[in-house]
């Protein structure tokens, strides 16, 4: 191995450490602007991770010099994981955390049950009697 084809290496690298230091000072600045869409924010926040992503696969793990055969690699692990949100969107995304899913509900009377015993209980201390219809 030549001394030139080492520092071009060098070069290259050093040149990818200076782009990550300079995403890495975009994530920052786009965090600390206070944008008032969160949305907007998460985009260009994910916009940069991306960018970083790509520099430190295509250099560090030297996916730029591979051949075509990485692509048919990814295949699978890109159906994949696109799959799995789609698969789990019918029982976590569109019910789990609405206000009227059966958890919810369910948490809701085991608080007013709760409410009602400690109620039950402070009346009973200071000698006052229960409600007609718990004495049932």
Same mark, same amino acid.
Not at 26 to 40: E, P
């Given at each position: 191995?030549?001394? $030139? *084809?080492?520092?071009?290496?060098?070069?290259? !690298?050093?040149?990818?450490? @200076?782009?990550?230091?300079?995403?890495?000072?975009?994530?920052?600045?786009? $965090?600390? =602007?206070? @944008?008032?869409?969160?949305?907007?924010?998460?985009?260009?926040? =994910?916009?940069?991770?991306?960018?970083?992503?790509?520099?430190?696969? @295509?250099?560090?793990?030297?996916?730029?010099?591979?051949?075509?055969?990485?692509?048919?690699?990814?295949?699978?692990?890109?159906? @994949?994981? &696109?799959?799995?949100?789609?698969?789990? =969107?019918? $029982?976590?995304? =569109?019910? !789990?955390?609405?206000?009227?899913?059966?958890?919810?509900?369910?948490?809701?009377?085991?608080?007013?049950?709760?409410?009602? *015993? &400690?109620?039950?209980?402070?009346?009973?201390?200071?000698?006052? *009697?229960?409600?007609?219809?718990?004495?049932?």
């Amino acid at each position: 191995m030549s001394h $030139d *084809h080492a520092e071009s290496h060098a070069g290259t !690298y050093f040149a990818v450490f @200076l782009a990550l230091c300079v995403f890495t000072g975009l994530s920052v600045l786009a $965090d600390t =602007m206070h @944008l008032g869409n969160k949305n907007v924010l998460r985009v260009i926040v =994910m916009a940069i991770a991306v960018a970083k992503a790509m520099c430190v696969l @295509l250099f560090f793990m030297h996916l730029k010099f591979e051949r075509a055969w990485k692509y048919l690699l990814l295949a699978p692990t890109l159906i @994949l994981a &696109s799959a799995i949100p789609f698969a789990l =969107m019918p $029982d976590v995304g =569109m019910s !789990y955390y609405t206000p009227t899913a059966p958890q919810h509900l369910e948490y809701e009377r085991m608080q007013a049950s709760a409410e009602h *015993h &400690s109620e039950g209980a402070e009346h009973h201390a200071e000698g006052e *009697h229960a409600p007609a219809a718990a004495e049932h």
